[in-house]
């Protein structure tokens, strides 16, 4: 397995990783990339896991490698338009800039994350209102607390209850099938400050056997989820 990325898209993609396995539990603090009809990148906070699709090509390559985030964080190359260069061994995984190398020794594994991939379309948003509402109904809540999303009539509703208030966002998109979720609170702030670094206009909103799916351009978000 080789490939190489730029130094500004490496940036992204570890801040990004960084945003959805967030601080509280460190031993989700990696990502993993894998070959799965293409290259493939892989993060989770233990709940919620995200699937990016890459268009970089590479030849086809068997087995997952991890990465601990916070050693790739320290990789970064302050020239945006110089290149990260991958190369993987048997067991071995190297990253190279100009001027650095990180080996990382034994980083192969056999088995690929466990990732749902198919969604029943439910309904399409504008990623910032769907972001700025999650933000919102998510702001007064604490760890062990839940997020409300479900769908009534023609609106998707967004709702958080904490310190005595009930926060309520009204997205006026008709879903085409009913759902009614309930969702981590950690798991939502670590989803709300990964949209905040997306430039895409829309995300689509699905349901699958036990997980709410969320598609953005080449990402998948899979998060769990309890009936409400």
Avoid: W
């Avoid at 594994?109 to 700025?132: I, Y």
């Avoid at 607390?145 to 209850?161: H, M, P, R």
């Amino acid at each position: 397995m080789d490939f190489k990325i730029s130094a500004s898209d490496y940036a992204k993609l570890i801040d990004l990783f960084g945003r959805v396995s967030g601080t509280l539990e460190p031993s989700y603090r990696y990502f993993q990339i894998y070959y799965k009809r293409g290259l493939k990148f892989f993060a989770s906070d233990g709940c919620m896991k995200l699937e990016f699709s890459s268009g970089v090509a590479t030849s086809p390559f068997n087995g997952v490698y991890t990465v601990p985030i916070d050693y790739a964080r320290a990789l970064k190359s302050s020239d945006p338009t110089s290149l990260i260069c991958f190369s993987a061994g048997e067991e071995d995984l190297e990253l190279r800039t100009a001027s650095e190398t990180l080996t990382l020794q034994k980083a192969r594994s056999s088995t690929l994350p466990a990732m749902e991939r198919k969604f029943e379309f439910f309904s399409r948003f504008p990623l910032k209102e769907f972001s700025s509402s999650l933000n919102f109904v998510s702001s007064a809540s604490v760890e062990g607390e839940t997020v409300e999303i479900f769908s009534k009539k023609n609106e998707t509703v967004l709702a958080a209850s904490a310190n005595r208030m009930v926060l309520v966002s009204v997205l006026e998109y008709e879903p085409k099938t009913e759902f009614r979720y309930s969702l981590q609170y950690v798991t939502v702030r670590h989803l709300v400050k990964a949209l905040e670094l997306l430039t895409s206009e829309e995300l689509y909103a699905g349901t699958g056997i036990s997980e709410l799916g969320l598609k953005i351009g080449p990402l998948l978000f899979s998060i769990c989820t309890d009936e409400a």
